[in-house]
C-alpha cells in the first residue's frame, strides 16, 4: 500500500507564492511517476503537472505554465509544487497523485493513489 500525503497549503495574497509538498512511502520512491491535480469548489478535477520518476520531463497545464514548477528530490523522498504569482482563481484544494507506471500527463485515471490533499486560499 502506499501512502500518500501532501502539506504546505494555506492562505496567501494574490500575486504571493506557496510551496506544496508531497511524501509518498510504500517503495522506492524513484520508481513512481506522480503528478498535482487541483479542485476547485463546483469544478471538476484538474491537471495542474506531472514529473516522470528521474524529474527529467515535467509537463504543465497551460493555466499555471510560467508560474508554477513542479519538481522532486528523490533522496527525500519527496516532490515539490513551487507556486507564484498566485490568482483567485488558483484556490482549490490540490491533490498529489502517484503512479508506477510508465504513464505520466494529465488523465487522472492513470494515477493509482492519491493523498487527502491540501487547500489553497488565495484572496484577491
Known amino acids: 500500500q502506499v501512502q500518500v500525503v501532501e502539506s504546505g497549503g494555506g492562505l496567501v495574497q494574490a500575486g504571493g507564492s506557496l510551496r506544496l509538498s508531497c511524501a509518498a512511502s510504500?517503495?522506492?520512491?524513484?520508481?513512481?511517476?506522480m503528478a498535482w491535480f487541483r479542485q476547485a469548489p463546483g469544478k471538476e478535477r484538474e491537471f495542474v503537472a506531472a514529473?516522470?520518476?528521474?524529474?527529467?520531463?515535467?509537463y504543465y497545464a497551460d493555466s499555471v505554465k510560467g508560474r508554477f514548477t513542479i519538481s522532486r528530490d528523490n533522496a527525500k523522498d519527496t516532490m515539490y509544487l513551487q507556486m507564484n504569482s498566485l490568482k483567485p482563481e488558483d484556490t482549490a484544494v490540490y491533490y498529489c497523485?502517484?503512479?508506477?507506471?510508465?504513464?505520466?500527463?494529465?488523465?487522472?485515471?492513470?494515477?493509482?493513489?492519491w493523498g487527502q490533499g491540501t487547500q489553497v486560499t488565495v484572496s484577491s
Open positions: 497523485a502517484v503512479t508506477a507506471r510508465i504513464y505520466v500527463g494529465p488523465s487522472a485515471a492513470r494515477y493509482d493513489y
Open positions: 510504500g517503495r522506492a520512491f524513484s520508481t513512481y511517476a
Open positions: 514529473i516522470r520518476r528521474s524529474g527529467g520531463d515535467t
